[in-house]
């Protein structure tokens, strides 16, 4: 049985729509319904609902014609939840890639705050118009209901003046060209977690490692974001499954003059066919590359790139902390590859970290040698429920009680 209060979340990216439902009358907000629409705007799109206990309500293929878009696909999900919840909803949580300068905590949506959100798109653009998308279909079908915004690059927002500014005009910086950081959900989550967890390391110097199809650092000083790989945009930092992470500006700027790329094309290209995806030949997915490497000089080469320079941006974000306590393996990559983690590890062996073989193999939580000169973990993220927390607070704040 759904609970009869719940807070739902919405994280809606370019191809897919993930949901998850929060008892809002637990403390603790305990996990009641989730589900994840996927090819969105392909020829193969799929909804998955399942209960809190991985049990399935539903496993639909609905029509490509009503799967087109992720407004389209909102209106859907919409469609197939309703019958499977008997309870109320309070509030809907969104996840959003770019709050820019003006938003540095949740917010909640107005059609002027969607207007403002919009206007980032370009700082975003594999990501800000998916997450918008949902939050205008529900305000014209549920005008009543909360609606709330949770923002990638509000944790960061503490971070120092050196660490934002770019060696770019002030004009330019005074325009929001600077650095903002991203995946923040997922680095509170952590942050948060660690101080139940392992309170002491939580107090010290933690680089955490959100590695996924999107990968970056965030140095954690007793809980708070210090420094963080991503910058002005999710293009920067670290090579992920289809983006190139750091790259030479002067690249695109020969992209423009010698092979004569439209902004569109070179778009396209930094978004969709770089990082592991071009280093490989093709394959953008660690599972995929870790299948191949035996035999796949090129898949094998990808990812020791990949774990060369995790490994680099590890060291650089314990030179902003002036050392290192620990490092947290998080998200898909993270928490799931072993590979990854134990060469990631090995480059770091000279910082004194040292891993155990076994407990990386099975994917324990610490998984250092007692004589590691940091404590090595690895920890599952829950961006869905950071949401509904944040949404939770304002739901229950004097201004909109």
């Not at 059609?111 to 949902?134: C, F, K, M, S, Y």
Request: net charge negative; charged share 20%; aromatic share 4%.
């Amino acid at each position: 049985m759904i609970a009869d209060s719940l807070i739902l979340t919405l994280n809606a990216g370019s191809s897919s729509l993930k949901v998850a439902g929060f008892n809002a009358e637990d403390p603790e907000l305990g996990l009641c319904i989730k589900g994840a629409f996927t090819g969105i705007g392909s020829a193969h799109p799929r909804l998955v609902i399942t209960d809190r206990d991985g049990t399935h309500l539903l496993d639909a293929l609905p029509p490509v014609a009503q799967s087109q878009n992720p407004e389209d696909a909102q209106t859907l999900l919409a469609r197939e939840l309703t019958p499977l919840i008997s309870g109320h909803i309070h509030a809907v949580g969104h996840r959003v890639v770019h709050g820019g300068d003006a938003f540095n905590q949740p917010t909640v949506v107005t059609d002027a705050v969607i207007e403002r959100l919009a206007r980032l798109t370009p700082l975003a653009p594999l990501h800000q118009g998916a997450n918008l998308a949902p939050m205008r279909s529900i305000a014209r079908r549920r005008p009543e209901l909360l609606q709330v915004a949770c923002f990638d690059t509000a944790f960061h927002h503490g971070q120092s003046a050196q660490v934002r500014r770019l060696p770019i005009p002030a004009w330019l910086d005074d325009e929001g060209v600077h650095r903002y950081g991203f995946h923040g959900l997922s680095y509170d989550y952590i942050a948060r977690t660690l101080k139940i967890r392992a309170p002491a390391l939580a107090s010290g110097r933690v680089v955490v490692a959100h590695l996924g199809a999107g990968a970056s650092l965030c140095a954690l000083q007793n809980g708070q974001s210090v420094d963080t790989t991503m910058g002005f945009t999710a293009l920067d930092g670290l090579p992920m499954g289809t983006r190139p992470g750091r790259l030479d500006a002067g690249i695109v700027l020969y992209l423009m003059r010698e092979k004569r790329m439209s902004p569109e094309a070179i778009e396209h290209l930094l978004y969709h066919d770089c990082g592991l995806k071009a280093l490989s030949g093709g394959h953008a997915e660690v599972s995929e590359l870790e299948s191949l490497a035996a035999t796949d000089e090129r898949a094998e080469a990808a990812l020791a790139y990949f774990a060369w320079r995790i490994a680099q941006g590890v060291v650089e974000m314990a030179t902003t902390l002036g050392g290192l306590d620990g490092l947290v393996f998080t998200a898909g990559i993270g928490e799931h590859s072993a590979y990854v983690r134990k060469a990631v590890v090995a480059h770091l062996e000279w910082l004194g970290l040292a891993l155990d073989d076994t407990a990386n193999a099975t994917h324990a939580e610490c998984i250092h040698q007692r004589t590691s000169r940091a404590e090595i973990r690895v920890m599952a993220t829950d961006e869905a429920w950071m949401i509904a927390r944040h949404t939770q607070t304002l739901m229950t704040s004097p201004s909109h009680s």
